[in-house]
Nanobody, 118 residues
Framework: QVQLTESGGGLVQAGGSLRLSCTASGRTFSRYAMAWFRQGPGKEREFVAGTGGYYPDSVKGRFTFSRDNAKNTVYLQMNSLKPEDTAVYYC????????????????WGQGTQVTVSS
């Protein structure tokens, strides 16, 4: 079992930055692929970053994923934020390699709200 806890969300003006953190329980953290998803109002939950370095065009060049296995923590650095980045951001984990479909992730955090004002 893996329990995930996100933090770092909040309200920021367009052009600003936020860093999200996700801390995982368990001793085998390094064996899990980790990812960040987001779900905006009325939208599907979408992959935004994860182990492996893939980023969708919507966030490429602005968001950066990183992980610290010693701290069982992954991060999402978000720069040049736009109002369309407003969403609940979720941390997710799956055993093995990173994948983009949400259905392939077994463990989810509770989510953290990010609101970008124009």
């Amino acid at each position: 079992q893996v329990q995930l806890t996100e933090s770092g969300g909040g309200l920021v003006q367009a052009g600003g930055s936020l860093r999200l953190s996700c801390t995982a329980s368990g001793r085998t953290f390094s064996r899990y692929a980790m990812a960040w998803f987001r779900q905006g109002p009325g939208k599907e939950r979408e992959f935004v970053a994860g182990t492996g370095g893939y980023y969708p065009d919507s966030v490429k060049g602005r968001f950066t994923f990183s992980r610290d296995n010693a701290k069982n923590t992954v991060y999402l650095q978000m720069n040049s934020l736009k109002p369309e980045d407003t969403a609940v951001y979720y941390c997710a984990a799956r055993f093995g390699v990173v994948s983009t479909p949400r259905s392939e992730y077994d463990y989810w955090g509770q989510g953290t709200q990010v609101t970008v004002s124009s």
